[in-house]
């Protein structure tokens, strides 16, 4: 299993092995580009593949898998009948396997991402819907008889909660070792919490339910808040990810359809039904950019690209499209192996200077608060230090290519946070900030 040390002694002194990743090779806002593909008559699930920056969609009437290049909107892959009612999708880097729930034929199969080919497929004792990562590279699954947690090499199942509804969310923390569980039973929300290293510890539930349909479910970076959104005013709950109380609320109104939380978990977007996302700093409080959208999403549309830079909306007419949520953006893989070569692709003002930043964990840090909209968000972390790792000039077209070999020598997984900053131009000094994302380093165990 893949453990980090939580020492800040120990991460600053990993981070240091990260430094090569960004030798160069060679505005805030959002923008108008979106690229979209009809046809998926019925949700099932959405699911990003953090390697090849792509978003899956799988159409639960038809079976139907899409693959889209979450960058530009492109189609990758159209599977047009994996299986009967798909319920759930979940990427698994280590080994390198997109998981797909086919809930009619009670089977979990398992397909190459890069080819999008069937590995295999394996018969549950019941149909399975939502997934998540577990401990171990294990898996965590809502069935129609309960949350059970799954070994794919062993094929051994354990069951941790015996009735769950069977569209219920599902996540699990960086390390995979907790698990929350959000179900809706007679209009009312509950939430679980599992451990998921010692699997025979009792689960904990919420003590008061919320009201509404559960439409959202996010972790925080550090494990501590759970963001619970459901249709029914304030719409956004937050809860102590250990004890499972309400400690605060973005009230958004009635009509909440989706949330996704970025991978430092400073920024969370959402929709209420129209076509417009908007978003939030959620510490220190700040309004945050909106993102306009072809079509409304249905209900769970969303999804969040791990660069923090892409986002895919699938929306109540069965069209999903993808977006971009600032102009000056950083896209590279989330996930790579040690020794890996890494490719980071920037795009800002043309002929403008940039910086790239690196630290070890994430942080908020205002730099201006205005615009009151979407001030200057900083957050690579301040307290545990961060870096200047590259510099460059955009080219005519704004563009820069930054690539190098991922660093080797880590005994563990390492996350890793990048942001890039920009001078408005030679004469005008105000930096802008693109998307923060994180992007981890494997453990020995995925090599």
Same mark, same amino acid.
């Given at each position: 299993?893949?453990?980090?040390?939580?020492?800040?002694?120990?991460?600053?002194?990993?981070?240091?092995?990260?430094?090569?990743?960004?030798?160069?090779?060679?505005?805030?806002?959002?923008?108008?580009?979106?690229?979209?593909?009809?046809?998926?008559?019925?949700?099932?699930?959405?699911?990003?593949?953090?390697?090849?920056?792509?978003?899956?969609?799988?159409?639960?009437?038809?079976?139907?898998?899409?693959?889209?290049d979450?960058?530009?909107?492109?189609?990758?892959?159209?599977?047009? !009948?994996?299986g009967?009612? /798909?319920? *759930? #999708?979940?990427?698994?880097?280590? &080994?390198?396997? @997109? +998981? =797909?729930?086919i809930?009619?034929?009670?089977?979990?199969?398992?397909?190459?991402?890069?080819?999008m080919?069937?590995?295999?497929?394996i018969?549950?004792?019941?149909?399975?819907?939502?997934?998540?990562?577990?401990?171990?590279?294990?898996?965590?699954?809502?069935?129609?008889?309960?949350?059970?947690?799954?070994?794919?090499?062993?094929?051994?199942?354990?069951?941790?909660?015996?009735?769950?509804?069977?569209?219920?969310?599902?996540?699990?923390?960086?390390?995979?070792?907790?698990g929350w569980?959000?179900?809706?039973?007679?209009?009312?929300?509950?939430?679980?919490?599992?451990?998921?290293v010692?699997?025979?510890?009792?689960?904990?539930?919420?003590?008061? !339910?919320?009201?509404?349909? /559960?439409? *959202? #479910?996010?972790?925080?970076?550090? &494990?501590?808040? @759970? +963001? =619970?959104?459901?249709?029914?005013?304030?719409?956004?709950h937050?809860l102590?990810?250990?004890?499972?109380?309400?400690?605060?609320?973005?009230?958004?109104?009635?009509?909440?359809?989706?949330?996704?939380?970025?991978?430092?978990?400073?920024?969370?977007?959402?929709?209420?039904?129209?076509?417009?996302v908007?978003?939030?700093?959620?510490?220190?409080?700040?309004?945050?950019?909106t993102?306009?959208?072809?079509?409304?999403?249905?209900?769970?549309?969303?999804?969040?690209?791990?660069?923090?830079?892409?986002?895919?909306?699938?929306?109540?007419?069965?069209?999903?499209?993808?977006?971009?949520?600032?102009?000056?953006?950083?896209?590279?893989?989330?996930?790579?192996?040690?020794?890996?070569?890494g490719?980071?692709?920037?795009?800002?003002?043309?002929?403008?200077?940039?910086? =790239?930043l690196?630290?070890?964990?994430?942080?908020?840090?205002?730099?201006?608060?205005?615009?009151?909209?979407?001030?200057?968000?900083?957050?690579?972390s301040?307290?545990?230090?961060?870096?200047?790792?590259?510099?460059?000039?955009?080219?005519?077209?704004?563009?820069?290519?930054?690539?190098?070999?991922?660093?080797?020598?880590?005994?563990?997984?390492?996350?890793?946070?990048?942001?890039v900053?920009?001078?408005?131009?030679?004469?005008?000094?105000r930096?802008?900030?693109?998307n923060?994302?994180?992007?981890?380093?494997?453990?020995p165990?995925?090599q």
């Amino acid at each position: 299993m893949h453990r980090r040390s939580h020492g800040r002694f120990d991460r600053r002194s990993m981070l240091l092995l990260a430094l090569p990743l960004a030798l160069p090779a060679c505005g805030n806002g959002t923008s108008n580009r979106a690229r979209s593909i009809g046809g998926l008559a019925d949700f099932g699930a959405l699911a990003t593949d953090p390697e090849r920056n792509r978003f899956c969609a799988g159409d639960a009437a038809s079976g139907r898998l899409v693959v889209l290049d979450a960058a530009d909107g492109q189609l990758q892959f159209d599977v047009p !009948s994996a299986g009967q009612s /798909v319920g *759930g #999708l979940l990427y698994e880097a280590c &080994s390198r396997s @997109l +998981y =797909v729930s086919i809930s009619a034929r009670g089977r979990l199969s398992t397909f190459d991402p890069v080819t999008m080919i069937e590995r295999s497929s394996i018969r549950l004792p019941s149909a399975p819907f939502a997934l998540a990562e577990a401990a171990e590279h294990t898996l965590l699954i809502v069935t129609a008889n309960g949350v059970v947690h799954f070994d794919p090499v062993s094929r051994s199942l354990t069951t941790l909660l015996p009735t769950i509804a069977r569209d219920a969310l599902v996540v699990s923390d960086r390390d995979s070792e907790v698990g929350w569980v959000a179900e809706t039973v007679a209009g009312a929300t509950t939430v679980h919490r599992l451990d998921l290293v010692n699997l025979t510890t009792p689960p904990t539930s919420s003590a008061v !339910s919320l009201a509404g349909e /559960v439409v *959202g #479910l996010a972790v925080s970076w550090d &494990s501590s808040r @759970l +963001y =619970v959104g459901t249709n029914v005013a304030p719409g956004i709950h937050i809860l102590d990810a250990a004890t499972l109380a309400e400690v605060d609320a973005i009230d958004v109104g009635d009509g909440l359809t989706s949330l996704a939380l970025n991978s430092t978990g400073l920024r969370l977007f959402w929709s209420t039904g129209g076509p417009l996302v908007e978003s939030v700093i959620v510490e220190p409080p700040f309004v945050g950019p909106t993102v306009a959208l072809l079509e409304g999403p249905r209900p769970r549309g969303l999804e969040l690209a791990p660069n923090g830079q892409d986002l895919a909306c699938w929306s109540d007419l069965g069209v999903l499209a993808t977006y971009d949520v600032r102009t000056l953006s950083l896209r590279a893989p989330a996930v790579l192996r040690q020794g890996e070569t890494g490719t980071m692709e920037l795009h800002g003002e043309p002929k403008g200077a940039y910086l =790239v930043l690196l630290s070890s964990e994430p942080g908020a840090f205002i730099l201006d608060p205005r615009p009151v909209d979407d001030p200057r968000l900083v957050e690579t972390s301040l307290t545990a230090g961060f870096q200047v790792v590259a510099s460059g000039t955009f080219d005519a077209n704004g563009d820069a290519v930054l690539t190098d070999v991922a660093p080797t020598g880590a005994n563990e997984a390492l996350d890793t946070v990048w942001q890039v900053a920009q001078a408005k131009s030679a004469t005008n000094p105000r930096l802008t900030l693109s998307n923060a994302m994180v992007i981890r380093f494997l453990g020995p165990e995925c090599q």
